[in-house]
């Protein structure tokens, strides 16, 4: 099966229900300036110290942080306790040298948004410095910026040649579901893929539906088979 993280976690049960599903990585999402999901710190850590004592490191404990200056992203990264940081807004020059130094065991992940092929060219430059790239659908140059979350799918054909030319495992993102995951992955071609919303049901305070999760899985597992 393709690895795959579910995104934006709300509780310690909802982290054993997609890790028993498959999951490679959950997502834990921060502050943010908009878009839904997002839990207090707090809550991140104790779902953090939860699935680590449950399986040590190997499941991706992802940060989902929107802080840019280095010091910062830093700080949420010890506050959380995770063993992975998802950045994603563009960080200060220097942020990945200082989160290597602060924390040498920690997976990096940027954040590339793909509203134009300019993606291929900030992703390569991004895949010089961190361990994986994930390409999602907000619009941080649109007066009114979203940085994930908004449930909408972006030009896969984009997304291929991120995956051909940025020399790192790439995790596709941006409106997936349990109907478009196999074709997605047909046209992209990543790592790896991430959903958040896909799999929520906003009518239960976006809860994690199980059966969609298990409908995702299936997808998955469809797709592996035909790969």
């Known amino acids: ?10 509780s310690v049960d909802e982290a054993d229900a997609a890790i028993a599903a498959g999951a490679l990585a959950i997502g834990l999402v921060g502050s943010m300036p908009n878009g839904p999901g997002p839990i207090d710190d707090e809550r991140i850590a104790e779902i953090a110290r939860h699935v680590r004592g449950r399986h040590g490191d ?33 960080p200060s020059p220097q942020a990945y040298a200082h ?11 940027q954040v590339v ?17 961190v361990d994986a790239i994930l390409l999602d659908s907000g619009k941080p140059s649109a007066a009114v910026r979203t940085l994930g979350g908004t449930g909408d799918v972006h030009d896969w054909s984009i997304s291929r040649r991120v995956v051909e030319t940025c020399g790192r495992p790439v995790f596709l ?5 349990p109907l ?6 047909r046209a992209a071609r990543p790592f790896g893929v991430d959903i958040c919303s896909g799999l ?13 999760l298990a409908a995702f899985a299936a997808a998955l597992r469809q797709a592996g088979a035909g790969a």
């Not at 099966?1 to 709300?10: A, D, L, R």
């Not at 929520?200 to 969609?212: H, S, V």
Request: with cysteine; glycine share 6%.
């Open 1 to 10: 099966m393709i690895p795959f993280k579910i995104c934006c976690m709300q």
């Open 58 to 90: 190997r499941i991706w404990t992802t940060l989902l942080t929107s802080r840019i200056d280095e010091d910062a992203i830093a700080d949420h990264v010890a506050a959380a306790g995770v063993n992975t940081v998802q950045i994603v807004d563009l």
């Open 99 to 109: 989160l290597r130094r602060a924390h040498p065991d920690l997976r990096i992940i």
């Open 113 to 129: 948004h793909v509203e134009d092929a300019g993606a291929v060219d900030e992703a390569r430059r991004a895949g010089e410095e």
């Open 173 to 177: 993102a941006g409106g997936l579901n």
């Open 180 to 185: 478009n995951v196999v074709e997605a992955i």
């Open 200 to 212: 929520r049901d906003k009518e239960r305070g976006y809860a994690l539906n199980a059966e969609k």
